[in-house]
């Protein structure tokens, strides 16, 4: 029933930027922490950033300094500004959120993911 749709990717050089987006709908209940994963193929899904409904953030250590996450609850949406890419940052980035089993059949929900390539 959720549904989680993200957009903003696409190809840029190193040192440019891009924001990516998330839309969440369906959801019945509360969304809590709600955050941003990204894997290349072959390799396992990280985690990139994360924010709680509070506002704490949280960032892998690769990307500290030069993302930032954000949320707007009144659109159900969530943010990732990315500066200062590098070419190690292209993966397909992937949304997620946590739900309350209260009122949605899943305890967190995942998008379909975009692809972030970052190529000279």
């Known amino acids: 029933q959720v549904q989680l749709v993200e957009s903003g990717g696409g190809l840029v050089q190193p040192g440019e930027s891009l924001r990516l987006s998330c839309v969440v709908s369906?959801?019945?209940?509360?969304?809590?922490?709600m955050g941003w994963y990204r894997q290349v193929l072959g390799k396992q899904r990280e985690l990139v950033a994360v924010?709680?409904?509070?506002?704490?953030?949280t960032y892998a250590e690769s990307v500290k300094g030069r993302f930032t996450v954000s949320r707007d609850n009144a659109k159900n949406t969530v943010y990732l500004q990315m500066a200062s890419l590098k070419p190690e940052d292209t993966a397909t980035y992937y949304c997620?959120?946590?739900?309350?089993?209260?009122?949605?059949?899943?305890?967190?929900?995942w998008g379909q993911g975009t692809q972030v390539t970052v190529s000279s």
């Open positions: 369906g959801s019945l209940g509360p969304i809590y922490d």
């Open positions: 924010i709680t409904t509070s506002g704490r953030t």
């Open positions: 997620h959120v946590e739900l309350d089993l209260r009122y949605d059949e899943t305890d967190d929900a």
